[in-house]
């Protein structure tokens, strides 16, 4: 059964074939190709605020018993309502994060027909390519991505889980696991602080489709004129990201201002999807987010999105409809991610398509 449901969320989404980004500026371009000039740049009001910055949550202290147990707690509410995304440090996966870094960084030093060993197939998200390319006049982003359907465990397809480097499949399966754990906790201690008994999450993330997207962005010339990923919002409960290298190029749309994210050490950056938005009926809100790209120096992320089950049933939870009524129509994640994937990346558009406007 698990198996059919990853088979499923496998096959969901398409996406155009595409030059591959890397080989591209391997070419020594004198000027990017028009399809990824992104002219609305220019107007785009960025934050030069180094104080607005999201939350920092230390994870050892949201434990039961600790001192600053309810201080934290607050933090974590906080950064979930007014922000969407916070920064999760002591999380007890350093190990994890750090192996699969390295070996992240080692796929993506491979040469291209290497790589092309585990292309995406038609029709489907999974494998080394590219996503949300819809006609062949779309404006592009200037990154290349391994993405890979990581849990649950019996539904993986290990013909896009690389060989090389040889320390590759390991620390995926450590790494998934791990973020998987963390996320659960993460889950247990929102619905603590919503006043929500926390099998609400549990029953729709017992087959938890976990995909994680590892992406690559190329130095670019023009760096101002071009985007690494698209304006949006996850269609997640919760995404959890971690910086590979030391490139910055995170920002978060707040107040209609873009706010570049500074990642700290070893921190997991976590946001908010829409599957939380809506189940907890707009109490926590997806924030719309892009990345950026470097001049000078590549930056590789990899992100890991905690989806309810692919056959789940998402609505706000009936705990948080009580006093205001329900501001989200009931929907079955399956359709939301056709919709989702099915397009390409326009802000929080497919969201609003869910919201009940009286």
């Known amino acids: 059964m698990e198996t059919e449901v990853v088979h499923n969320i496998n096959t969901i989404g398409v996406s155009l074939p595409v030059e591959n980004v890397q080989e591209l500026t391997s070419k020594n371009l004198k000027e990017i190709p028009h399809r990824y000039i992104r002219p609305e740049l220019i107007t785009d009001d960025v934050?030069?605020?180094?104080?607005?910055?999201?939350?920092?949550?230390?994870?050892?202290?949201?434990?039961?018993?600790n001192t600053e147990y309810q201080t934290e707690m607050s933090k974590l509410h906080q950064g979930c309502k007014d922000w969407g995304f916070f920064q999760l440090t002591n999380h007890g996966a350093t190990t994890e994060i750090e192996n699969m870094k390295v070996s992240v960084?080692?796929?993506?030093?491979?040469?291209?027909?290497?790589?092309?060993?585990?292309?995406?197939?038609?029709?489907?998200?999974?494998?080394?390519?590219?996503?949300?390319?819809?006609?062949?006049e779309q404006k592009l982003d200037w990154n290349d991505m391994?993405?890979?359907?990581?849990?649950?465990?019996?539904?993986?397809?290990?013909?896009?889980?690389?060989?090389?480097?040889?320390?590759?499949?390991?620390?995926?399966?450590?790494?998934?696991?791990?973020?998987?754990?963390?996320?659960?906790?993460l889950c247990e201690l929102i619905a603590r602080n919503?006043?929500?008994?926390?099998?609400?999450?549990?029953?729709?993330?017992?087959?938890?489709?976990q995909p994680i997207r590892m992406?690559?962005?190329?130095?670019?010339?023009?760096?101002?004129?071009?985007?690494?990923?698209?304006?949006?919002?996850?269609?997640?409960?919760?995404?959890l990201l971690v910086q590979v290298n030391e490139v910055e190029g995170l920002q978060i749309?707040?107040?209609?201002?873009?706010?570049?994210?500074?990642?700290?050490?070893?921190a997991i950056i976590v946001n908010i999807g829409d599957a939380m938005e809506i189940m907890t009926n707009g109490e926590y809100r997806s924030i719309e987010h892009r990345a950026m790209v470097n001049s000078q120096k590549e930056r590789i992320?990899?992100?890991?999105?905690?989806?309810p089950s692919i056959a789940s049933t998402i609505g706000p939870l009936p705990d948080?409809?009580?006093?205001?009524?329900?501001?989200?129509?009931?929907?079955?994640?399956?359709?939301?991610?056709?919709?989702?994937?099915?397009s390409r990346l326009d802000g929080k558009s497919m969201l609003d398509a869910v919201k009940i406007h009286n």
């Not at 796929?107 to 292309?119: D, N, Q, S, V």
């Not at 690559?216 to 071009?226: E, G, I």
């Open 301 to 307: 992320s990899i992100a890991a999105f905690h989806n």
């Open 105 to 136: 960084q080692e796929f993506f030093k491979l040469p291209l027909e290497e790589k092309m060993i585990y292309a995406q197939q038609p029709g489907s998200l999974e494998g080394y390519g590219q996503a949300f390319v819809m006609s062949e």
């Open 146 to 185: 391994l993405c890979i359907f990581s849990a649950p465990e019996s539904g993986r397809n290990m013909r896009f889980w690389p060989n090389n480097p040889k320390t590759f499949r390991s620390s995926l399966a450590e790494y998934s696991r791990e973020l998987h754990r963390i996320c659960i906790s």
């Open 253 to 266: 749309r707040k107040n209609g201002k873009w706010i570049p994210i500074k990642p700290l050490p070893g």
């Open 320 to 342: 948080l409809v009580k006093e205001n009524g329900a501001k989200y129509k009931t929907v079955k994640f399956e359709d939301y991610m056709k919709q989702f994937l099915g």
């Open 194 to 209: 919503l006043g929500v008994e926390f099998k609400q999450f549990v029953d729709m993330y017992l087959e938890c489709a």
């Open 215 to 239: 992406a690559y962005y190329p130095p670019c010339s023009k760096a101002d004129k071009v985007i690494g990923f698209s304006p949006h919002s996850d269609s997640s409960l919760l995404t």
């Open 47 to 65: 934050s030069v605020n180094d104080s607005s910055q999201i939350p920092v949550i230390d994870m050892s202290k949201l434990v039961a018993g």
